[in-house]
């Protein structure tokens, strides 16, 4: 039917659309005429809240950007959704000292800014390297690159940053049962602590545990 689906759309209605996004992406879109955005829109609009934040002046993205905060291209992969959330609403209360800044966000700026970010994400296919590698340092080494390890602790030639631990020397600060615990559940270990709990298999747990103790 004329004026139905993507492709028949008159300017007037493609307009109306175009002016809803920009009002989603400033969080100002009118009641009741909320519509919801493809991803490819939404991506847009979270690259440009990243910008219209100047997110790159602290973090790294894409190999763009300052290292004074964990890089984001793994950061979906490494926190959840609600975690994300509430780190952005209110930063200090999760991390005393933080030097993250509060921002206001709309539930549309919510979402524009996971989609962006989810769309630097890569799966780690970690039982997939350890078919390849076998379970030893090789794939330890593969694993601790895929999870991005390195956005946070220094760690394989990656200088990370000075607040988190540096990997490279933990085996003269623990053990390697300790490490193998702390991999399978950081907040069992020390409670309140920032390391988020990664979906590591024992397997991983084994191999990243041999590349960190040679």
């Not at 847009?44 to 809240?49: D, K, T, V």
């Not at 996971?114 to 997939?128: H, K, M, Q």
């Not at 690159?145 to 956005?151: E, I, K, N, P």
Request: with cysteine; net charge positive; aromatic share 8%.
């Amino acid at each position: 039917m004329p004026g139905t689906g993507y492709a028949g759309r008159s300017p007037g209605r493609m307009r109306l659309c175009h002016w809803l996004a920009t009002l989603a992406l400033l969080g100002a879109a009118p009641q009741g005429l909320a519509l919801a955005a493809p991803p490819e829109a939404e991506i847009s609009q979270g690259a440009a809240l990243v910008k219209a934040r100047n997110c790159l002046a602290c973090h790294s993205l894409g190999g763009k950007g300052a290292k004074v905060g964990p890089a984001l291209d793994q950061v979906t992969l490494r926190r959840p959704e609600d975690w994300l959330r509430r780190w952005l609403a209110d930063p200090a209360a999760m991390k005393r000292g933080t030097l993250m800044p509060e921002f206001d966000w709309s539930e549309a700026q919510y979402k524009a800014l996971f989609a962006y970010l989810g769309s630097f994400r890569t799966p780690v296919d970690g039982a997939g390297i350890l078919r390849a590698e076998g379970v030893n340092s090789r794939s330890g080494r593969k694993l601790v690159q895929a999870y991005q390890c390195g956005a946070c602790h220094r760690v394989d030639g990656l200088p990370g940053l000075s607040s988190y631990p540096d990997l490279n020397t933990v085996a003269k600060r623990h053990d390697a049962a300790w490490e193998r615990q702390w991999l399978r559940d950081p907040q069992a270990v020390k409670p309140g602590t920032f390391m988020p709990k990664f979906p590591f298999s024992a397997a991983e747990i084994e191999a990243i545990t041999a590349y960190l103790y040679p």
